[in-house]
Every structure is written in C-alpha cells, then in structure tokens.
C-alpha cells in the first residue's frame, strides 16, 4: 500500500510517530506499507483511524479551506478521503 500524508496536511514522521505509539504499534516506512497476509484487518482498520484523527485534528487546526469556487470545504471532502484512505489499503495501491 503506498500512503502520502502531504495532501492531508501531515508529516511522513508525525504519522509514524502516532502508530508506532499505538498499543499494537504499526511501523512505517517511508510511503510505502507492505501488508503480510497474517496481518489482523483491525491493523489496517487502526492505521485508517490513526491517520484520518490527525488529518481532522490538522484541518481544525487550519483556517476553512475554499475550493475553486470560492466555497468552503465541507464533510463531503472528508469522507472522500477516507474512502480512498480504504480503498488504497484494500486494493494496495
């Protein structure tokens, strides 16, 4: 599975540090994660969990974003991220 926090507002090291923190820690290395077939699906489950917590931590952080219509980003954005947070970890890729 390959993952890049930039487009989130994240830092490659911010999210390693937060899953490697985990009770189960999940290592990360560089953009690209590699699932064993012995993985539990609750690992991926918290890494989309992890990874989506920092992303709306960063984006109530920031000031309301507009797209390129002048409107304000809304929830429609973030569940399209999330959506193909899971897609990637499913499909791997």
Do not use: W
């Amino acid at each position: 599975m390959f993952f890049s926090p930039a487009p989130l507002g994240l830092t490659l090291d911010a999210v390693q540090a937060k899953l490697a923190a985990l009770d189960s820690p999940i290592y990360v290395m560089r953009e690209r994660c590699v699932i064993h077939h012995q993985i539990d699906p609750q690992a991926v489950e918290d890494f989309i969990d992890v990874v989506q917590q920092m992303a709306d931590e960063a984006r109530a952080g920031r000031k309301k974003q507009l797209n390129a219509e002048g409107k304000e980003i809304g929830e429609d954005v973030k569940l399209v991220e999330e959506g193909e947070l899971r897609k990637h970890a499913v499909l791997g890729y």
